[in-house]
C-alpha cells in the first residue's frame, strides 16, 4: 500500500533530496493522518460516549490531536521546501526539528490530560455499558493505526525526517493504547471488574512515554548531535580514494535538517609537493562530496613533512609518549622548531569525549612525559575533542 501511495501521488520520487519531493511525501502522510485519524475520532467518540468508557473517549481525544499533528507535519514540509533566503541562508529544513517538539508536546499534553480522567475514574467509579459496537471499532482502530504507523515510519526513514519518525511512533503507540483499551473492555465483561479507569492510566503512561522520547530525539537534533556513522563513512571514503591524502583529522559535520549537511575537515599531504595540484586536489573531493552526497564541505590543506627521519623519529616517540597516558590518543599537525636555548614540539592531541580529566591536567601530564626526551624540550600542545 505505502509503495502504491508514494508512486500515484509523489513525482520522481526517488530524488529524495529535492525539497519538493520532500514536501511531497510530506503533504501525503499529512493528508492520510488526518482522513484516517478523523475517521477513528468519529467512531470511538460515538461509541465512547454511549458505552459511558473514559478510556475509550480519551483514546478518540487522542485520534483527534494526532489529526492535528497531521496538520502540523503537513505545513511543515510546505515551510522546510522554501529555498534559502537572506534570514536563512542555509534553507528551512530545520523547522522540521521545532514541529517534532511540537508534536511531542501535543503527546505529552494528552497524556496527562487522560491519566487525570482515568485517576479520577478510579476515585470516582462509574459504570462502563459493554457494547460489540466498542469492540469491532477498537479492533478496526487498532489495525488503522498500526498501519498507519508502520507508513509513516516507511516513509521517515526513507526520506530521513524526524517528523514523520515522530508520526509514526505516536501511530504505535496509539494501536498499543487502543489494544490495553480493548482488553479492559473485554476484562470487564468476563469478569464485572470495570477496569476502565485502570487500564487509561496504563494507556496514559503509554503515550506519555512516547512523548517524552520523541522529545528527547528532537532535542538532540536542535543542540546538536554527532553525525551518523554513515555521513562520517562516506566522507572519509571519499578521502581514501586520494593517495596524495595522507591523513584527515579536525572534521566537522553540521546538520541542518535532511538535504542541508555541512562539513569541515583537515587533509594531511606531502609538504614538498605541487601546491597548485594539491589544492585541485582539495577542490576536488569539495565538488565530489557535494555532488555525489549533498555534503557542503570545507577542506584545509595541512602539509607535513614526510622526508626528515628526525621529524619522522620525534613523531612516533612523542605518540608513543602520549599513549603511555591514555591508548585511546592520537595526535596531528605535529611539526617541532629549534631555538637557541630549547625546541618547541608543537602538536594536536585527540582526547576521547570519554576521557573526564581536565585539559589542563591532561597537558601537563604530556608536557611532563616530552621534558623527560630532553631537558631542552618543551610541548606545545593544542587538546581536540572528538
Known amino acids: ?11 520522481n520520487s526517488a530524488d529524495i533530496k529535492d525539497p519538493a519531493v520532500r514536501a511531497a511525501y510530506g503533504t501525503l502522510s499529512g493528508i492520510v493522518g488526518i482522513v484516517v485519524n478523523l475517521i477513528l475520532f468519529a467512531a470511538k467518540f460515538a461509541v465512547g460516549t454511549l458505552s459511558g468508557s473514559i478510556a475509550i473517549t480519551a483514546d478518540a481525544v487522542n485520534n483527534l490531536s494526532d489529526a492535528g499533528s497531521s496538520i502540523i ?5 510546505r515551510i522546510s521546501a522554501k529555498p534559502a533566503d537572506r534570514e536563512h541562508p542555509f534553507g528551512h529544513a530545520r523547522i522540521e526539528y521545532v514541529s517534532s517538539m511540537i508534536v511531542s508536546f501535543l503527546i505529552l499534553l494528552i497524556g496527562y490530560e487522560l491519566l487525570s480522567s482515568s485517576i479520577g475514574k478510579i476515585l470516582h467509579p462509574a459504570e462502563t455499558v459493554f457494547r460489540l459496537s466498542s469492540v469491532v471499532i477498537l479492533a478496526l482502530s487498532i489495525g488503522c493505526k498500526l498501519w498507519l504507523g508502520l507508513f509513516n515510519r516507511s516513509l521517515g526513514k526513507k526520506i530521513d525526517s524526524g517528523v514523520l519518525r515522530a ?19 473485554l476484562i470487564t465483561k468476563w469478569t464485572g471488574f470495570d477496569t476502565d479507569g485502570y487500564m487509561g492510566v496504563i494507556v496514559a503512561i503509554i503515550i506519555l512515554v512516547a512523548g517524552v522520547r520523541i522529545l528527547n530525539e528532537t532535542k538532540n537534533s536542535i543542540l546538536g548531535e554527532a553525525p551518523s556513522e554513515e555521513t562520517v ?14 591523513g584527515t583529522h579536525d572534521m566537522m559535520v553540521h546538520s541542518y535538517g535532511a538535504g ?16 597548485f595540484a594539491l ?14 552526497h549533498h555534503i557542503l564541505c570545507t577542506v584545509h590543506m595541512d602539509p607535513i613533512v614526510t622526508d626528515d627521519e628526525r621529524v619522522s623519529a620525534l613523531r612516533e616517540r612523542t605518540l608513543a609518549a602520549v599513549r603511555e ?20 614540539l608543537i602538536f594536536d592531541v585527540v582526547v576521547p569525549f570519554e576521557d573526564t580529566r581536565k585539559q589542563e591536567a591532561v597537558r601537563a601530564a604530556i608536557e611532563e612525559k616530552i621534558a623527560a626526551f630532553d631537558g631542552n624540550f618543551y610541548a606545545v600542545v593544542t587538546i581536540d575533542r572528538g
Open 1 to 11: 500500500m505505502t509503495a502504491l501511495l508514494t508512486r500515484l501521488f509523489v513525482k
Open 73 to 77: 507535519s503537513l505545513v511543515t514540509f
Open 167 to 185: 508520526t509514526g511512533a505516536d501511530s504505535l503507540s496509539d494501536a498499543l493504547s487502543t489494544a490495553a483499551v480493548l482488553f479492559s473492555l
Open 233 to 246: 563513512k562516506i566522507i572519509l571514503d571519499t578521502v581514501a580514494e586520494y593517495p596524495q591524502a595522507l
Open 260 to 275: 542541508m549537511t555541512i562539513a569541515s575537515l583537515h587533509i594531511e599531504v606531502d609538504g614538498t609537493g605541487d601546491i
Open 279 to 292: 589544492h585541485d586536489l582539495m577542490d576536488t573531493i569539495e565538488k565530489r562530496l557535494y555532488s555525489e
Open 325 to 344: 597516558i591514555d591508548e585511546r590518543y592520537d595526535i596531528h599537525d605535529f611539526r617541532f622548531v629549534e631555538g637557541p636555548t630549547h625546541t618547541n
